[in-house]
């Protein structure tokens, strides 16, 4: 009761709602021999006119013709639910009013009015104050949410955990599975007056939401429990059972939230259990002229590089040539200076969307299109080659370039205690976004080629992921968040019978549905993490996507920094896209 009262003192303020060389002289008598080499050459041609023909025909099929960009980017018409009602015909009227739309401006303005926030640094739950945060948010979505607080089950998880499940008639259908995160990044004390509105307002202006959280991600948050709390109202009742998990803990890696929310799932359903689930990511990018829809279905893998270095110490006036911060310095240098390579392995999501672009897009470049096309005819980049439609596509943008790029970073470096004392250990981490194909192995094998080049020339030895510390030696190391790259989703449009529409088809159908099919839909991938790093033997289709959109309202709403915000109308439309899909994967012809 305190909590519910604690939580009802959340006010909202009013305003709150991209010299040709000249031919050699021919004698006479050389010209039967040129009659008849090209006699030969014609011949050889006719035989093999079927490999030639890729090579000379235009490089911009007509629509729907290329099987290598068509075939692997069909676009499924709009998806609208079967079963209605009154009720949820009125339902529909009631989400595009003027009311809802108040009603839920109120609620996510209240929602980023609590500061959330996980911290590195946390400590155990029940010992750290700063977890108690949570007691308050957990409430105000108690009062928010009635219905779906007297109709679902609802379990705490490892305390802050939320799992809600609305069970559906048909125990023998895997169910769908809808998350978000309770928490969000701290507001640094530096970057606050930078901010148009105080960044834990809820400020309201007329279009946007403001506030940390407010796009990463209690929209999502709030728009799948506006999306349940409606159906329930509308007395919806489902036959595939739906669940909602929420973790607390997604922006420092998940461990106490989703990292346990996951297997109580596991444990109750078994593996491969769950029909699909969403997660907060990718939305919508205007590429190549067009609108596409880019839900990711891969995430790059993870390693934390612990470089070490130990050096004799001493007094700072009698130096060495080199102290251990030169060395590592050195070292950082030759980790810079050589980028790893772009490489777009086949089940590289980015290859999707660059076959969508090539069918769907009026500006798609032409040479991509043509390195495109004769990938399509040849097969895979082997692996030891240079990957030409790779290297062509980076050159877009650095954005791009890290969807077929792993990427290196150094973004922690300390050493030294006093200025006239020479530092005996040094360190450096260097955080890795693993490309598909590739394996963080890779890295640290790099790494360790590198750390040796370092040792030879300073007489230090190696230790290289051995868990060895000695003097005068270079330690390498991986944190415990060490991640293969994820499963990827499959992208067909429908089963294997082509009759039925699969999750990707279910996800894609709901969105054109919702925004017309001048929408299209594209493959993407994450370069970083989510919560659904913890599910994947839970589902093979799993999608991270953010599916809220206002025409010309493009990007992430400035995620993780000043200034974030989120349209209102972008969010209402987010609970429009939610009611539908669960409604739509309800009806799905599938397990």
């Given at each position: 009761?305190?909590?519910?009262?604690?939580?009802?003192?959340?006010?909202?303020?009013?305003?709150?709602?991209?010299?040709?060389?000249?031919?050699?002289?021919?004698?006479?008598?050389?010209?039967?021999?040129?009659v008849?080499?090209?006699?030969?050459?014609?011949?050889?041609?006719?035989?093999?006119?079927?490999?030639?023909?890729?090579?000379?025909?235009?490089?911009?099929?007509?629509?729907?013709?290329?099987?290598?960009?068509?075939?692997?980017?069909?676009?499924?018409?709009?998806?609208?639910?079967?079963?209605?009602?009154?009720?949820?015909?009125?339902?529909?009227?009631?989400?595009?009013?003027?009311?809802?739309?108040?009603?839920?401006?109120?609620?996510?303005?209240?929602?980023?009015?609590?500061?959330?926030?996980?911290?590195?640094?946390?400590?155990?739950?029940?010992?750290?104050?700063?977890?108690?945060?949570?007691?308050?948010?957990?409430?105000?979505?108690?009062v928010?949410?009635?219905?779906?607080?007297?109709?679902?089950?609802?379990?705490?998880?490892?305390?802050?955990?939320?799992?809600?499940?609305?069970?559906?008639?048909?125990?023998?259908?895997?169910?769908?599975?809808?998350?978000?995160?309770?928490?969000?990044?701290?507001?640094?004390d530096?970057?606050?007056?930078?901010?148009?509105?105080?960044?834990?307002?809820?400020?309201?202006?007329?279009?946007y939401?403001?506030?940390?959280?407010?796009s990463?991600?209690?929209?999502?948050?709030?728009?799948?429990?506006?999306?349940?709390?409606?159906?329930?109202?509308?007395?919806?009742?489902?036959?595939?059972?739906?669940?909602?998990?929420?973790?607390?803990?997604?922006?420092?890696?998940?461990?106490?939230?989703?990292?346990?929310?996951?297997?109580f799932?596991?444990?109750?359903?078994?593996?491969?259990?769950?029909?699909?689930?969403?997660?907060?990511?990718?939305?919508?990018?205007?590429?190549?002229?067009?609108?596409?829809?880019?839900?990711?279905?891969?995430?790059?893998?993870?390693?934390?590089?612990?470089v070490?270095?130990?050096?004799?110490?001493?007094?700072?006036?009698?130096?060495?040539?080199h102290?251990?911060?030169?060395?590592?310095?050195?070292?950082?240098?030759?980790?810079?200076?050589?980028?790893?390579?772009?490489?777009?392995?086949?089940?590289?999501?980015?290859?999707?969307?660059?076959?969508?672009?090539?069918?769907?897009?009026?500006?798609?470049?032409?040479?991509?299109?043509?390195?495109?096309?004769?990938?399509?005819?040849?097969?895979?980049?082997?692996?030891?080659?240079?990957?030409?439609?790779?290297?062509?596509?980076?050159?877009?943008?650095?954005?791009?370039?890290?969807?077929?790029?792993?990427?290196?970073?150094?973004?922690?470096?300390?050493?030294?205690?006093?200025?006239?004392?020479?530092?005996?250990?040094?360190?450096?981490?260097?955080?890795?976004?693993?490309?598909?194909?590739?394996?963080?192995?890779?890295?640290?094998?790099?790494?360790?080629?590198?750390?040796?080049?370092?040792?030879?020339?300073?007489?230090l030895?190696?230790?290289?992921?051995?868990d060895?510390?000695?003097?005068?030696?270079?330690?390498?190391?991986?944190?415990?968040?060490?991640?293969?790259?994820?499963?990827?989703?499959?992208t067909?449009?429908?089963?294997?019978?082509?009759q039925?529409?699969?999750?990707?088809?279910?996800?894609?159908?709901?969105?054109?549905?919702?925004?017309?099919?001048?929408?299209?839909?594209a493959?993407?991938?994450?370069?970083?993490?989510?919560?659904?790093?913890?599910?994947?033997?839970?589902?093979?289709?799993?999608?991270?996507y953010?599916p809220?959109?206002?025409?010309?309202?493009?990007?992430?709403?400035?995620?993780?920094?000043?200034?974030?915000?989120?349209?209102?109308?972008?969010?209402?439309?987010?609970?429009?896209?939610?009611?539908?899909?669960?409604?739509?994967?309800?009806?799905?012809?599938?397990?």
């Amino acid at each position: 009761m305190a909590s519910e009262k604690a939580a009802d003192t959340i006010l909202v303020s009013e305003k709150a709602q991209g010299e040709v060389p000249k031919s050699y002289a021919r004698s006479p008598a050389r010209k039967p021999t040129i009659v008849l080499l090209g006699l030969f050459f014609l011949a050889s041609a006719a035989l093999h006119w079927r490999s030639l023909a890729p090579l000379l025909r235009p490089y911009r099929p007509s629509h729907g013709e290329d099987a290598g960009t068509a075939a692997q980017c069909i676009q499924v018409d709009g998806l609208v639910p079967n079963r209605t009602s009154t009720k949820l015909h009125e339902m529909e009227a009631f989400v595009s009013s003027p009311e809802f739309r108040n009603k839920s401006i109120t609620r996510l303005s209240n929602a980023v009015q609590i500061p959330s926030v996980s911290y590195d640094d946390l400590g155990d739950i029940g010992v750290d104050e700063r977890w108690d945060i949570f007691y308050l948010f957990d409430a105000y979505l108690n009062v928010t949410y009635p219905l779906i607080h007297s109709k679902l089950k609802k379990e705490h998880v490892n305390t802050h955990g939320l799992l809600y499940t609305w069970e559906g008639s048909d125990k023998d259908l895997k169910p769908t599975l809808l998350m978000a995160h309770q928490d969000v990044v701290p507001v640094p004390d530096a970057t606050v007056k930078s901010w148009t509105h105080p960044p834990f307002s809820g400020f309201y202006d007329g279009k946007y939401v403001w506030g940390r959280g407010a796009s990463d991600c209690k929209n999502q948050l709030m728009a799948i429990m506006g999306a349940v709390e409606l159906l329930l109202a509308a007395e919806f009742q489902p036959t595939r059972t739906i669940l909602l998990s929420f973790g607390f803990d997604e922006e420092c890696s998940g461990t106490q939230g989703a990292g346990q929310l996951a297997p109580f799932i596991e444990e109750r359903y078994g593996k491969d259990s769950i029909a699909a689930i969403v997660d907060e990511g990718a939305g919508f990018e205007e590429q190549w002229g067009s609108v596409f829809s880019t839900p990711a279905v891969a995430e790059k893998g993870y390693t934390d590089v612990v470089v070490t270095i130990r050096m004799p110490g001493g007094h700072s006036s009698i130096p060495p040539k080199h102290t251990s911060i030169g060395v590592l310095s050195e070292m950082i240098t030759m980790i810079e200076e050589e980028q790893y390579s772009p490489r777009l392995d086949d089940k590289n999501p980015y290859l999707g969307a660059l076959q969508c672009g090539a069918e769907y897009a009026s500006d798609f470049p032409n040479k991509l299109r043509k390195l495109l096309h004769r990938r399509s005819d040849h097969g895979q980049t082997c692996k030891n080659r240079k990957d030409r439609l790779a290297e062509a596509a980076a050159e877009q943008s650095n954005q791009v370039r890290y969807l077929m790029q792993t990427s290196q970073a150094v973004d922690i470096i300390s050493g030294g205690a006093k200025v006239n004392a020479l530092p005996e250990r040094v360190s450096a981490i260097v955080n890795h976004r693993i490309n598909i194909g590739e394996r963080p192995r890779d890295a640290h094998a790099r790494l360790t080629k590198i750390a040796d080049e370092v040792a030879e020339k300073y007489g230090l030895k190696v230790h290289a992921f051995d868990d060895v510390e000695e003097a005068s030696s270079i330690m390498l190391s991986h944190t415990n968040t060490t991640l293969e790259p994820a499963p990827v989703t499959p992208t067909n449009a429908y089963t294997d019978d082509e009759q039925l529409l699969s999750p990707y088809g279910i996800l894609s159908g709901t969105t054109r549905a919702l925004y017309g099919e001048e929408i299209f839909m594209a493959p993407s991938l994450s370069t970083g993490n989510t919560d659904t790093r913890y599910y994947w033997d839970l589902t093979r289709h799993i999608f991270r996507y953010g599916p809220g959109y206002e025409e010309g309202e493009l990007g992430l709403g400035n995620v993780h920094t000043v200034d974030e915000k989120q349209s209102v109308v972008a969010h209402v439309n987010a609970v429009k896209w939610f009611g539908t899909f669960i409604r739509n994967m309800d009806e799905a012809k599938m397990a």
